[in-house]
């Protein structure tokens, strides 16, 4: 048997785990994600070249998919709130993967870890 330390319960340390993220998210004319990021994707410039960084330097305002793995829908609590989603399993340039989904009630896309 453990013995009590009497240590109070840290209920302020807990946290969601796997939260969804709001993102940007792209499509082409069949509907299919074709970029994701915190900002649209900027057009190619006269040269044919797109904006590689952000503007601080850092990672991309947006990356590119690469290959959709499963696209899925669920449709759920139709007797309470109702709960309508496309998920669209993806792999992005230079292989990362999530998950993203759009909220079919509102149109906002989402991304989660898979």
Same mark, same amino acid.
């Given at each position: 048997?453990?013995?009590?330390?009497?240590? =109070?319960?840290?209920?302020?340390?807990?946290?969601?785990?796997? +939260? @969804? %993220? @709001?993102?940007?998210?792209?499509? *082409?004319?069949?509907?299919? @994600?074709?970029?994701?990021?915190? %900002?649209?994707? =900027?057009?190619?410039?006269?040269?044919?070249?797109?904006?590689? $960084?952000?503007?601080?330097?850092?990672? @991309?305002?947006?990356?590119? &998919?690469?290959?959709?793995?499963?696209?899925?829908?669920? *449709?759920?609590?139709?007797?309470?709130?109702? &709960? $309508?989603?496309?998920? +669209?399993?993806? +792999?992005?340039?230079?292989?990362? %993967?999530?998950?993203?989904?759009?909220?079919?009630?509102?149109?906002?896309?989402?991304?989660?870890?898979?």
């Amino acid at each position: 048997m453990v013995t009590n330390t009497r240590t =109070p319960l840290r209920t302020d340390r807990l946290r969601t785990l796997n +939260v @969804p %993220h @709001p993102v940007r998210v792209e499509i *082409d004319e069949r509907g299919r @994600p074709v970029t994701v990021g915190d %900002h649209y994707c =900027p057009q190619e410039d006269d040269d044919g070249r797109a904006e590689t $960084s952000g503007g601080d330097g850092g990672p @991309p305002p947006c990356q590119r &998919i690469e290959e959709i793995i499963e696209i899925w829908r669920i *449709d759920d609590e139709w007797w309470r709130t109702p &709960i $309508s989603r496309r998920y +669209v399993d993806v +792999v992005l340039e230079g292989g990362g %993967h999530v998950v993203l989904f759009e909220d079919l009630t509102t149109g906002q896309w989402f991304v989660q870890m898979p």
